[in-house]
């Protein structure tokens, strides 16, 4: 099996990035809106900055994109807690790329990040993805009524959550 890194996203990247967005359209949609035009892609890089956001890249050791993890929203002093957004690059769907790609942030959001929790918000019919966090370690919580505004509607989420001690 292929190995792969995890690394940050930078303005270098746009033309790989937006490419494998658009080629993997069908599998983010209606899922997921990731950055898709040069405009997106700049205010990306930028949120990226931010104390309160990290983003990984998921590359293959040739440096092919495989994915791309979000840690956002993330609370520091007694919660230590953040979110985890995710989407794939089509053609390296179900190959478990992504899956050594959430084990290395999962090391770099509990050991030098310093967090204690992080949680997925998925729409109850993406399967593939509930599959990927159930196969991953992480439990279910529960169902998020209107929880998230995405392509112009308000999505139903189920709420996927991982601890330190779970991970460990």
Known sequence: MKSVIIRTPTLK???AFLAMVHTSDSLHHPWVKPPDE???FV????RTQQDNQKSFLVCASQGDII???NISEIVRGCFQSAYLGFYAAIKQAGKGLMSQGLR???KEAFTNMELHRLEANIQPENTASLN???KNGFRKEGLSKRYLKINHEWRDHE???ITVEDWL
Do not use: P, S
């Open 104 to 106: 290395l942030v999962l």
């Open 67 to 69: 994915g791309v993890f």
């Open 13 to 15: 990247d746009e033309n």
């Open 132 to 134: 990927f966090v159930k």
């Open 38 to 40: 040069h405009d997106a």
């Open 43 to 46: 205010e990306y890089i930028q």
């Open 159 to 161: 709420r996927w959550a």
